[in-house]
């Protein structure tokens, strides 16, 4: 089992930059493919961006690419979203996710097993 939390969210002007964090603990954290989502107001949770259990495949969702960067670092159990570009909609609340069932990177949040407590991102337009 997992336990997660994130941090570094806040709020920013559009255009700005922001970089979230998760850390993981137990000490498989290398087994478990990462996730990031959000949720806005009123809206379903969707997905953002994964990468796989080593870090050497990533994903993305269409209206992040090329503007986020998921990485992870397995040494200190940490996963990270590097958010450039941000725009108003992008405002929401990001949460990582584990799974330790799969080893493709799932956008389904069905198939993540374990999820941090959320952190909020307000950009202002």
């Known amino acids: 089992q997992v336990q997660l939390v994130e941090s570094g969210g806040g709020l920013v002007q559009a255009g700005g930059s922001l970089r979230l964090s998760c850390a993981a603990s137990?000490?498989?954290?290398?087994?478990?493919?990462m996730g990031w989502f959000r949720q806005a107001p009123g809206t379903e949770r969707e997905f953002v961006a994964g990468?796989?259990?080593?870090?050497?495949?990533?994903y993305y969702a269409d209206s992040v690419k090329g503007r986020f960067t998921i990485s992870r670092d397995n040494a200190k159990n940490t996963v990270y979203l590097q958010m450039n570009s941000l725009k108003a909609e992008d405002t929401a609340v990001y949460y990582c996710?584990?799974?330790?069932?799969?080893?493709?990177?799932?956008?389904?949040?069905?198939?993540?097993?374990?999820w941090g407590q959320g952190t909020q991102v307000t950009v202002s337009s």
């Open positions: 996710a584990a799974d330790r069932v799969h080893t493709r990177v799932a956008v389904s949040t069905f198939e993540y097993g374990y």
């Open positions: 137990g000490r498989t954290f290398s087994s478990y493919v």
């Open positions: 990468t796989s259990r080593s870090g050497d495949s990533t």
